[in-house]
């Protein structure tokens, strides 16, 4: 069985990942998808391709944030695939699976088993900023394959 929280053999740019946010905030308002307008805790999400053409068996790719006080209750995601999180703005415990684990936003990556219980909640004073992608579970040898800085 996968560990609960991996991290990855590579990184991505922080700056670049800081920079991306600070240009989809400011110049992409109109393109917003946010949970506020649909009744969730999740205020802001955007679809993402800015690094599906470097991991492109990638797939249900986005920009999730999750304000202070924000949560997403426990649950499961789909048996055959698992999530990928590249946190861009975090500060404290990110997700809970059978205890809290800090994400770091240093151009980590890390990997979640997904198929295991686990929830959110935003206990610091800032908004939690992550991409979020899934993969099929048969693609995980091409996702622990990358290395270095994508």
């Not at 649909?38 to 068996?57: M, V």
């Not at 944030?65 to 995601?77: A, E, L, N």
Request: hydrophobic residues 35%.
């Amino acid at each position: 069985m996968l560990d609960t929280v991996i991290k990855l053999n590579f990184k991505v740019d922080i700056n670049e990942l800081q920079h991306y946010y600070d240009k989809l905030n400011t110049d992409y308002q109109h393109l917003d998808w946010s949970w506020k307008k649909c009744g969730n805790d999740i205020i802001k999400q955007w679809r993402d391709a800015a690094y599906q053409k470097k991991i492109p068996f990638g797939y249900r790719w986005s920009v999730s944030v999750q304000p202070s006080g924000g949560k997403v209750s426990v649950h499961t995601d789909a048996d055959d695939e698992y999530t990928v999180w590249l946190p861009i703005h975090t500060s404290g415990p990110a997700i809970t699976f059978d205890k809290e684990y800090e994400l770091n936003a240093d151009g980590s990556a890390y990997l979640l088993n997904t198929t295991q219980p686990h929830h959110t909640f935003n206990s610091s004073n800032e908004d939690r900023v992550t991409i979020i992608f899934r993969l099929k579970q048969d693609k995980l040898n091409d996702l622990l394959s990358l290395q270095g800085t994508i």
